[in-house]
């Protein structure tokens, strides 16, 4: 995980799933997002908090330290290494939240193409993802160099089928505590180590190989393509 996401609902719909009474700098627009197919590098919404206000953002996915100029800019931090390794350790005290409506995946089944897969709440509800990054600033503004990266823990269960690894998403109420400047370190590392939403709460199914194509955007790429449904 996870080289795509959707984000379709508005930002509204995503802090009123988040249960936030704080007020909102909104940088992302009041109308529904309508992103059904986002690649890395691009700006993605993101949710975060400078003292008690939340912040809604466009912020590039992706991010690497000044010094790595040799690397690319990875979009993912496994969630082993991330709280000790040199490489995150600038961002690792900046959370924020990705909230996502689903994210895609693609499984060699011995075809021409890889298939992909969209993985999403079973109960449709938004996505949480535990991210973190160099994020903009309320008095200076968006940087030349913001970015985030969004936490992947190892896959468990049946999801194991489509990907070994997976975002580490959180309830609203852990999302709330992982977002509070106020949350010790120590603290988040153990939520995002082991308190991520279990495999059970995703459901999975096959959609068209358009979603390859990252200049294919329309809501037709969400749709479900299985014979027999859901997998399950």
Request: charge should be negative; charged fraction near 25%; proline fraction near 9%.
């Amino acid at each position: 995980m996870c080289g795509r996401l959707s984000q379709y609902s508005g930002i509204h719909d995503f802090v009123a799933a988040l249960s936030m009474p704080n007020a909102l700098a909104n940088s992302v627009g009041d109308q529904p997002i309508e992103r059904y197919n986002v690649a890395p590098t691009t700006a993605v919404a993101l949710l975060h908090l400078q003292g008690d206000l939340l912040h809604a953002d466009p912020v590039r996915w992706g991010w690497r330290p000044h010094w790595a100029k040799d690397h690319a800019a990875p979009i993912n931090a496994r969630v082993e290494k991330v709280a000790h390794g040199p490489f995150f350790r600038a961002i690792w005290p900046h959370r924020a939240i990705t909230p996502i409506n689903n994210w895609f995946e693609w499984v060699d089944e011995g075809g021409p193409k890889k298939q992909p897969y969209l993985i999403r709440r079973r109960d449709s509800a938004p996505i949480f993802c535990a991210a973190i990054g160099q994020l903009p600033d309320a008095d200076e503004g968006p940087g030349e160099h913001d970015g985030f990266v969004i936490i992947t823990a190892d896959s468990a269960g049946g999801m194991v089928d489509i990907h070994d690894r997976r975002p580490v998403v959180l309830t609203p109420d852990l999302a709330r505590e992982w977002l509070d400047p106020a949350t010790p370190m120590e603290r988040a590392e153990q939520m995002v180590l082991h308190q991520g939403e279990p495999s059970e709460v995703f459901e999975w199914f096959k959609v068209d190989t358009a979603v390859d194509n990252a200049r294919n955007k329309g809501p037709e790429l969400i749709q479900s393509t299985s014979r027999n449904g859901y997998k399950i």
